[in-house]
Protein backbone atom coordinates (compact mmCIF):
# COMPACT_ATOMS: atom_id res chain seq x y z
CA UNK A 1 0.00 0.00 0.00
CA UNK A 2 3.15 2.55 0.93
CA UNK A 3 4.79 1.60 -2.25
CA UNK A 4 1.42 1.81 -4.08
CA UNK A 5 0.99 5.93 -2.90
CA UNK A 6 4.88 6.24 -3.54
CA UNK A 7 4.28 5.50 -6.62
CA UNK A 8 1.73 7.42 -7.02
CA UNK A 9 3.29 10.23 -6.11
CA UNK A 10 6.29 9.91 -7.90
CA UNK A 11 3.76 10.15 -10.94
CA UNK A 12 2.39 13.45 -10.06
CA UNK A 13 5.46 14.80 -8.82
CA UNK A 14 7.67 13.88 -12.10
CA UNK A 15 7.29 15.56 -15.32
CA UNK A 16 8.54 12.68 -16.84
CA UNK A 17 6.86 9.27 -18.01
CA UNK A 18 6.97 6.15 -17.53
CA UNK A 19 8.84 5.75 -20.93
CA UNK A 20 11.50 7.78 -19.50
CA UNK A 21 13.05 5.28 -16.53
CA UNK A 22 15.50 2.81 -18.22
CA UNK A 23 14.86 -0.52 -16.33
CA UNK A 24 13.38 -1.43 -12.99
CA UNK A 25 16.44 -0.40 -11.18
CA UNK A 26 16.40 3.12 -11.14
CA UNK A 27 12.86 2.85 -10.61
CA UNK A 28 14.20 1.14 -6.84
CA UNK A 29 16.73 3.03 -6.39
CA UNK A 30 14.00 6.42 -6.22
CA UNK A 31 11.50 4.76 -4.21
CA UNK A 32 14.69 3.48 -1.64
CA UNK A 33 15.53 7.55 -1.68
CA UNK A 34 12.11 8.16 -0.58
CA UNK A 35 11.51 5.85 1.93
CA UNK A 36 15.26 6.86 3.20
CA UNK A 37 14.23 10.68 2.78
CA UNK A 38 10.65 9.86 5.04
CA UNK A 39 12.51 8.38 7.39
CA UNK A 40 14.31 11.02 7.92
CA UNK A 41 11.38 13.33 8.78
CA UNK A 42 9.55 10.84 10.41
CA UNK A 43 12.69 10.84 13.12
CA UNK A 44 13.01 14.88 12.99
CA UNK A 45 9.11 14.60 13.99
CA UNK A 46 9.22 12.16 16.63
CA UNK A 47 12.32 14.08 18.07
CA UNK A 48 10.71 17.74 18.08
CA UNK A 49 7.59 15.58 19.83
CA UNK A 50 9.59 14.12 22.97
CA UNK A 51 11.05 18.11 23.06
CA UNK A 52 7.75 19.01 23.04
CA UNK A 53 7.06 16.81 25.63
CA UNK A 54 8.97 17.50 28.25
CA UNK A 55 8.40 21.11 27.62
CA UNK A 56 4.54 20.68 28.41
CA UNK A 57 5.45 18.19 31.33
CA UNK A 58 7.13 21.00 33.08
CA UNK A 59 4.75 23.27 32.22
CA UNK A 60 2.16 20.75 34.08
CA UNK A 61 4.40 20.39 37.04
CA UNK A 62 4.79 24.09 37.48
CA UNK A 63 1.13 24.68 37.26
CA UNK A 64 0.30 22.11 39.78
CA UNK A 65 2.63 23.53 41.72
CA UNK A 66 1.26 26.94 41.64
CA UNK A 67 -2.41 25.42 42.41
CA UNK A 68 -0.79 23.71 45.39
CA UNK A 69 0.43 27.16 46.25
CA UNK A 70 -2.36 29.19 46.20
CA UNK A 71 -4.72 26.57 48.00
CA UNK A 72 -2.18 26.36 50.54
CA UNK A 73 -2.98 30.91 50.30
CA UNK A 74 -6.28 30.15 49.92
CA UNK A 75 -6.86 28.56 53.27
CA UNK A 76 -4.71 30.72 55.19
CA UNK A 77 -7.00 33.88 53.79
CA UNK A 78 -10.34 32.05 54.52
CA UNK A 79 -8.38 31.61 58.49
CA UNK A 80 -7.21 35.35 58.48
CA UNK A 81 -10.77 36.26 57.07
CA UNK A 82 -13.27 34.45 59.61
CA UNK A 83 -10.50 35.87 62.59
CA UNK A 84 -11.06 39.43 60.94
CA UNK A 85 -15.02 38.62 61.07
CA UNK A 86 -14.50 37.41 64.26
CA UNK A 87 -12.72 40.78 65.31
CA UNK A 88 -14.92 43.11 63.37
CA UNK A 89 -18.08 41.82 65.09
CA UNK A 90 -16.17 41.99 68.23
CA UNK A 91 -15.30 45.87 68.03
CA UNK A 92 -18.90 46.48 66.27
CA UNK A 93 -20.51 45.34 69.38
CA UNK A 94 -17.84 47.74 71.32
CA UNK A 95 -18.85 50.47 69.16
CA UNK A 96 -22.60 49.92 69.89
CA UNK A 97 -22.13 49.57 73.16
CA UNK A 98 -19.56 53.15 73.74
CA UNK A 99 -21.64 55.05 71.35
CA UNK A 100 -25.02 54.36 72.90
CA UNK A 101 -25.33 57.71 74.20
CA UNK A 102 -23.57 59.56 70.67
CA UNK A 103 -26.14 57.95 69.23
CA UNK A 104 -29.05 60.15 71.04
CA UNK A 105 -27.02 62.71 70.37
CA UNK A 106 -27.45 62.15 66.57
CA UNK A 107 -30.91 61.64 67.00
CA UNK A 108 -31.24 64.70 68.58
CA UNK A 109 -29.28 66.72 66.72
CA UNK A 110 -30.78 65.04 62.98
CA UNK A 111 -33.61 66.10 64.58
CA UNK A 112 -33.00 69.92 65.52
CA UNK A 113 -31.59 70.47 61.85
CA UNK A 114 -34.46 68.79 60.32
CA UNK A 115 -36.92 70.93 62.35
CA UNK A 116 -34.69 74.24 61.61
CA UNK A 117 -34.29 73.25 57.74
CA UNK A 118 -38.13 73.48 57.71
CA UNK A 119 -37.63 77.01 59.60
CA UNK A 120 -35.21 78.64 57.73
CA UNK A 121 -37.03 77.57 53.94
CA UNK A 122 -40.28 79.74 54.73
CA UNK A 123 -37.51 82.27 57.11
CA UNK A 124 -37.68 85.99 55.68
CA UNK A 125 -33.86 86.18 57.09
CA UNK A 126 -33.75 83.19 54.03
CA UNK A 127 -34.03 85.77 51.40
CA UNK A 128 -31.47 88.01 52.57
CA UNK A 129 -28.70 85.08 52.87
CA UNK A 130 -30.31 82.13 50.68
CA UNK A 131 -28.36 78.34 50.51
CA UNK A 132 -28.21 78.50 54.27
CA UNK A 133 -29.45 74.88 54.39
CA UNK A 134 -27.03 73.21 52.76
CA UNK A 135 -25.07 72.13 55.32
CA UNK A 136 -28.40 70.47 57.69
CA UNK A 137 -28.78 68.68 54.58
CA UNK A 138 -25.66 66.68 55.10
CA UNK A 139 -26.80 66.25 58.56
CA UNK A 140 -30.15 64.95 57.84
CA UNK A 141 -29.11 62.78 55.28
CA UNK A 142 -26.40 61.01 56.76
CA UNK A 143 -26.27 57.47 58.66
CA UNK A 144 -22.78 58.25 60.27
CA UNK A 145 -22.74 60.25 63.59
CA UNK A 146 -22.56 63.83 62.99
CA UNK A 147 -18.71 65.40 63.37
CA UNK A 148 -17.90 67.98 65.39
CA UNK A 149 -17.92 70.53 62.06
CA UNK A 150 -21.34 69.80 61.66
CA UNK A 151 -22.51 70.00 65.50
CA UNK A 152 -20.77 73.28 65.33
CA UNK A 153 -22.12 74.52 62.00
CA UNK A 154 -25.89 73.64 63.33
CA UNK A 155 -25.15 75.68 66.13
CA UNK A 156 -23.72 78.89 64.10
CA UNK A 157 -26.97 77.93 61.43
CA UNK A 158 -29.14 78.58 64.89
CA UNK A 159 -27.97 80.87 66.46
CA UNK A 160 -27.50 83.04 63.36
CA UNK A 161 -31.27 82.73 62.72
CA UNK A 162 -31.96 83.57 66.66
CA UNK A 163 -29.74 86.58 66.09
CA UNK A 164 -31.32 88.36 62.42
CA UNK A 165 -34.88 87.53 64.57
CA UNK A 166 -33.91 90.47 66.47
CA UNK A 167 -32.85 92.93 63.55
CA UNK A 168 -34.14 95.43 61.54
CA UNK A 169 -32.03 95.51 58.30
CA UNK A 170 -31.80 97.44 54.74
CA UNK A 171 -30.42 94.99 52.20
CA UNK A 172 -30.62 95.30 47.96
CA UNK A 173 -32.50 92.41 47.17
CA UNK A 174 -34.71 91.78 43.52
CA UNK A 175 -38.28 91.73 44.40
CA UNK A 176 -41.41 90.23 42.05
CA UNK A 177 -44.39 92.20 41.59
CA UNK A 178 -47.98 90.94 41.52
CA UNK A 179 -47.87 91.10 37.79
CA UNK A 180 -44.65 89.25 37.90
CA UNK A 181 -42.29 91.96 37.34
CA UNK A 182 -38.81 92.30 38.60
CA UNK A 183 -36.81 95.02 40.00
CA UNK A 184 -34.06 95.89 42.20
CA UNK A 185 -35.31 97.57 45.67
CA UNK A 186 -34.68 98.25 49.21
CA UNK A 187 -35.94 95.82 51.46
CA UNK A 188 -36.39 96.32 54.88
CA UNK A 189 -36.68 93.07 57.17
CA UNK A 190 -38.49 93.72 60.23
CA UNK A 191 -36.84 90.43 62.11
CA UNK A 192 -37.98 87.36 60.51
CA UNK A 193 -41.73 88.62 60.66
CA UNK A 194 -42.40 91.05 57.59
CA UNK A 195 -40.14 92.35 54.75
CA UNK A 196 -41.31 95.76 53.23
CA UNK A 197 -40.18 97.70 49.72
CA UNK A 198 -41.81 100.74 47.92
CA UNK A 199 -44.39 101.10 50.68
CA UNK A 200 -45.37 97.54 50.75
CA UNK A 201 -45.77 94.22 52.23
CA UNK A 202 -43.94 91.33 50.82
CA UNK A 203 -43.63 87.63 51.50
CA UNK A 204 -41.32 85.43 51.01
CA UNK A 205 -41.68 82.45 48.65
CA UNK A 206 -39.54 79.57 49.18
CA UNK A 207 -40.03 78.01 45.80
CA UNK A 208 -38.68 80.41 43.93
CA UNK A 209 -36.68 81.97 47.03
CA UNK A 210 -37.62 85.43 46.14
CA UNK A 211 -39.98 88.58 47.79
CA UNK A 212 -43.10 88.64 45.84
CA UNK A 213 -45.41 91.71 46.37
CA UNK A 214 -48.70 90.75 48.19
CA UNK A 215 -51.22 90.78 45.87
CA UNK A 216 -53.77 92.39 48.08
CA UNK A 217 -52.11 94.68 51.10
CA UNK A 218 -53.33 94.85 54.37
CA UNK A 219 -56.20 98.04 55.68
CA UNK A 220 -54.89 101.42 55.24
CA UNK A 221 -54.59 102.08 58.60
CA UNK A 222 -51.73 99.25 58.27
CA UNK A 223 -50.48 100.63 54.97
CA UNK A 224 -50.19 104.24 56.57
CA UNK A 225 -47.08 103.22 58.82
CA UNK A 226 -45.05 101.68 55.53
CA UNK A 227 -43.70 105.04 54.14
CA UNK A 228 -42.99 106.83 57.42
CA UNK A 229 -41.34 103.93 58.65
CA UNK A 230 -39.25 103.71 55.29
CA UNK A 231 -37.84 107.28 55.58
CA UNK A 232 -36.99 107.15 59.66
CA UNK A 233 -33.17 106.66 59.47
CA UNK A 234 -33.04 106.78 63.28
CA UNK A 235 -35.77 107.03 66.69
CA UNK A 236 -38.42 104.49 67.27
CA UNK A 237 -41.22 104.68 64.38
CA UNK A 238 -44.46 102.84 64.52
CA UNK A 239 -45.53 99.77 61.96
CA UNK A 240 -47.87 97.29 62.37
CA UNK A 241 -46.14 93.51 61.76
CA UNK A 242 -47.45 90.16 61.54
CA UNK A 243 -46.29 88.28 64.48
CA UNK A 244 -46.69 84.47 63.01
CA UNK A 245 -44.16 85.19 60.44
CA UNK A 246 -46.78 85.56 57.08
CA UNK A 247 -49.76 83.60 58.09
CA UNK A 248 -52.19 86.17 58.88
CA UNK A 249 -50.97 88.02 55.48
CA UNK A 250 -51.49 85.06 53.68
CA UNK A 251 -54.66 84.47 55.17
CA UNK A 252 -55.25 87.83 53.73
CA UNK A 253 -55.05 86.68 50.18
CA UNK A 254 -56.72 84.05 50.98
CA UNK A 255 -59.83 86.43 52.19
CA UNK A 256 -62.26 87.19 49.80
CA UNK A 257 -63.26 90.94 48.97
CA UNK A 258 -66.96 93.08 49.28
CA UNK A 259 -66.71 92.27 45.36
CA UNK A 260 -65.50 88.43 45.40
CA UNK A 261 -67.96 88.11 47.72
CA UNK A 262 -70.67 89.37 45.88
CA UNK A 263 -69.48 87.15 43.05
CA UNK A 264 -69.96 83.99 45.10
CA UNK A 265 -73.83 84.96 45.29
CA UNK A 266 -74.05 84.31 41.69
CA UNK A 267 -76.85 85.25 39.28
CA UNK A 268 -79.37 85.74 42.16
CA UNK A 269 -77.13 87.68 44.05
CA UNK A 270 -76.78 89.94 41.69
CA UNK A 271 -80.41 90.11 41.19
CA UNK A 272 -81.16 91.17 44.84
CA UNK A 273 -78.65 93.82 44.30
CA UNK A 274 -80.39 95.00 41.37
CA UNK A 275 -83.54 95.17 42.21
CA UNK A 276 -82.00 96.85 45.97
CA UNK A 277 -80.69 99.59 44.09
CA UNK A 278 -84.12 100.02 41.99
CA UNK A 279 -86.07 100.24 45.22
CA UNK A 280 -83.43 102.48 47.48
CA UNK A 281 -83.41 104.85 44.27
CA UNK A 282 -86.99 105.17 43.90
CA UNK A 283 -87.73 105.24 47.58
CA UNK A 284 -85.06 108.24 47.47
CA UNK A 285 -86.91 109.90 44.98
CA UNK A 286 -90.30 109.44 46.59
CA UNK A 287 -88.42 111.16 49.95
CA UNK A 288 -87.46 114.00 48.37
CA UNK A 289 -90.48 114.28 46.51
CA UNK A 290 -92.51 113.96 49.96
CA UNK A 291 -90.32 116.78 51.71
CA UNK A 292 -90.80 119.11 49.06
CA UNK A 293 -94.66 118.82 48.81
CA UNK A 294 -94.20 118.88 52.72
CA UNK A 295 -92.43 122.55 52.25
CA UNK A 296 -95.16 123.53 49.49
CA UNK A 297 -97.75 122.64 52.27
CA UNK A 298 -96.69 124.86 54.81
CA UNK A 299 -95.92 127.43 52.52
CA UNK A 300 -99.49 127.18 51.23
CA UNK A 301 -100.64 127.10 55.18
CA UNK A 302 -99.43 130.65 55.88
CA UNK A 303 -100.58 131.80 52.46
CA UNK A 304 -104.18 133.31 51.42
CA UNK A 305 -103.59 132.70 48.03
CA UNK A 306 -104.57 129.19 46.89
CA UNK A 307 -101.31 127.54 44.48
CA UNK A 308 -101.77 125.16 42.42
CA UNK A 309 -98.21 123.61 42.90
CA UNK A 310 -98.92 121.68 46.08
CA UNK A 311 -101.94 119.42 47.37
CA UNK A 312 -103.66 121.85 49.73
CA UNK A 313 -103.67 125.03 47.14
CA UNK A 314 -105.40 122.72 44.78
CA UNK A 315 -107.71 121.40 47.36
CA UNK A 316 -108.25 125.14 48.13
CA UNK A 317 -108.74 126.32 44.76
CA UNK A 318 -111.62 123.39 44.26
CA UNK A 319 -113.47 125.33 47.13
CA UNK A 320 -113.20 128.67 45.86
CA UNK A 321 -114.60 127.29 42.67
CA UNK A 322 -117.63 125.69 44.36
CA UNK A 323 -120.33 128.22 44.91
CA UNK A 324 -122.44 126.13 47.16
CA UNK A 325 -122.89 127.16 50.46
CA UNK A 326 -124.49 123.78 51.84
CA UNK A 327 -122.32 122.32 54.33
CA UNK A 328 -123.02 118.77 53.13
CA UNK A 329 -121.98 119.85 49.62
CA UNK A 330 -118.85 121.36 50.31
CA UNK A 331 -117.60 118.55 52.27
CA UNK A 332 -118.10 116.06 49.23
CA UNK A 333 -116.24 118.70 47.40
CA UNK A 334 -113.33 118.32 49.84
CA UNK A 335 -113.85 114.61 49.96
CA UNK A 336 -113.00 114.54 46.28
CA UNK A 337 -110.45 116.56 46.54
CA UNK A 338 -108.88 114.71 48.92
CA UNK A 339 -109.29 112.00 47.33
CA UNK A 340 -107.38 112.84 44.45
CA UNK A 341 -104.31 114.31 46.07
CA UNK A 342 -103.99 111.31 48.26
CA UNK A 343 -103.01 108.46 45.87
CA UNK A 344 -99.83 110.76 44.85
CA UNK A 345 -98.89 110.92 47.78
CA UNK A 346 -98.83 107.58 48.81
CA UNK A 347 -97.73 106.46 45.50
CA UNK A 348 -94.78 103.70 45.24
CA UNK A 349 -94.87 102.67 49.13
CA UNK A 350 -96.79 99.45 47.71
CA UNK A 351 -93.90 98.91 45.50
CA UNK A 352 -91.48 99.91 47.71
CA UNK A 353 -92.93 96.91 50.27
CA UNK A 354 -93.05 94.16 47.66
CA UNK A 355 -89.66 94.41 47.31
CA UNK A 356 -88.87 94.64 51.15
CA UNK A 357 -90.88 91.06 50.68
CA UNK A 358 -89.33 89.57 47.56
CA UNK A 359 -85.54 90.06 48.40
CA UNK A 360 -85.16 87.50 51.20
CA UNK A 361 -87.38 85.23 49.13
CA UNK A 362 -84.79 85.44 46.39
CA UNK A 363 -81.81 84.93 49.48
CA UNK A 364 -84.03 81.81 50.23
CA UNK A 365 -83.86 80.86 47.00
CA UNK A 366 -80.49 81.67 46.69
CA UNK A 367 -79.80 79.27 49.67
CA UNK A 368 -81.54 76.56 48.16
CA UNK A 369 -79.56 76.66 44.77
CA UNK A 370 -76.21 77.21 46.84
CA UNK A 371 -77.35 73.77 49.25
CA UNK A 372 -78.38 71.75 46.03
CA UNK A 373 -75.01 72.44 44.32
CA UNK A 374 -73.10 71.74 48.12
CA UNK A 375 -75.24 68.10 47.65
CA UNK A 376 -74.06 67.76 44.13
CA UNK A 377 -70.61 68.11 45.28
CA UNK A 378 -70.83 65.83 47.83
CA UNK A 379 -72.43 63.14 45.82
CA UNK A 380 -69.58 63.10 42.98
CA UNK A 381 -66.43 63.61 45.04
CA UNK A 382 -67.25 62.79 48.93
CA UNK A 383 -66.57 64.70 52.13
CA UNK A 384 -62.90 64.30 52.00
CA UNK A 385 -61.93 67.78 50.35
CA UNK A 386 -63.94 70.74 51.96
CA UNK A 387 -62.93 73.11 48.94
CA UNK A 388 -65.31 71.26 46.71
CA UNK A 389 -68.37 72.27 48.97
CA UNK A 390 -67.14 75.83 49.87
CA UNK A 391 -68.60 77.36 46.70
CA UNK A 392 -71.91 76.08 47.14
CA UNK A 393 -72.26 76.97 50.78
CA UNK A 394 -70.63 80.85 50.21
CA UNK A 395 -73.76 80.95 47.53
CA UNK A 396 -76.22 79.74 50.22
CA UNK A 397 -74.78 82.30 52.85
CA UNK A 398 -73.90 85.02 50.49
CA UNK A 399 -77.50 85.43 48.62
CA UNK A 400 -79.40 84.93 52.21
CA UNK A 401 -76.92 87.39 53.65
CA UNK A 402 -77.74 90.20 50.59
CA UNK A 403 -81.52 89.50 50.58
CA UNK A 404 -81.83 90.55 54.03
CA UNK A 405 -79.39 93.41 53.82
CA UNK A 406 -81.62 94.57 50.84
CA UNK A 407 -85.22 93.78 52.57
CA UNK A 408 -84.47 95.60 56.03
CA UNK A 409 -83.42 99.11 54.36
CA UNK A 410 -86.55 98.73 52.68
CA UNK A 411 -87.85 98.17 55.41
CA UNK A 412 -87.42 101.01 57.76
CA UNK A 413 -87.43 103.65 54.52
CA UNK A 414 -91.01 102.16 53.56
CA UNK A 415 -92.36 102.47 57.03
CA UNK A 416 -90.61 106.40 56.80
CA UNK A 417 -92.50 106.98 53.56
CA UNK A 418 -95.60 106.10 54.38
CA UNK A 419 -95.23 108.15 58.10
CA UNK A 420 -94.84 111.21 56.09
CA UNK A 421 -97.33 110.72 53.70
CA UNK A 422 -99.48 110.09 56.58
CA UNK A 423 -99.03 113.10 57.95
CA UNK A 424 -99.52 114.91 54.92
CA UNK A 425 -102.79 113.81 54.46
CA UNK A 426 -103.75 114.53 57.84
CA UNK A 427 -102.70 117.83 57.39
CA UNK A 428 -105.20 117.79 54.32
CA UNK A 429 -107.81 116.46 56.42
CA UNK A 430 -107.07 119.72 58.69
CA UNK A 431 -106.95 122.28 57.09
CA UNK A 432 -110.29 120.87 55.04
CA UNK A 433 -111.82 120.52 58.49
CA UNK A 434 -110.74 124.53 59.21
CA UNK A 435 -112.39 125.46 55.81
CA UNK A 436 -115.50 123.50 56.53
CA UNK A 437 -115.95 125.37 60.25
CA UNK A 438 -114.96 128.42 58.87
CA UNK A 439 -118.08 128.24 55.75
CA UNK A 440 -120.04 127.00 58.73
CA UNK A 441 -119.38 129.77 61.06
CA UNK A 442 -120.33 132.67 58.02
Known amino acids: MRLALYFFLLFLQSNNTWAEYQNLDQLLRD ?24 TQQQLLDAAKAQLSKQEKLSIQLKAHLQSNEELLSKLETQLKESSGELGELFGVARQAAGDLNVD ?46 GKVVRFKRTIESANGNRE ?24 TEMLVTLARQPASKYLDFVIPFSQATSGQMPIAIDPTRGVLL ?6 PNTQERIDQGGVIGYIILVLGGLGFTYALIRLIILMLTESKIQKQINNPT ?51 AVAPLLGLLGTVTGM ?19 SGISQALVTTMLGLSVAM ?34
Open 306 to 356: ASNDNPLGRILSATEQSSTQDIETLELVLDEAITREVPALEKGLSLIKLLA
Open 184 to 207: EAEVIRIGAFNALAQGKYLRYSPE
Open 31 to 54: VKQSQSIERKINRAREAQFLAEKK
Open 409 to 442: PLLFIHNLLASRSRTLVQILDEQSAGIMSRRAGK
Open 372 to 390: IATFQSISLFGTGDPKLMA
Open 120 to 165: LLSSLVSAQYPNRTEKLDSIINSKALPTIEQLESLWFTLQHEMTET
Open 250 to 255: SMLIQT
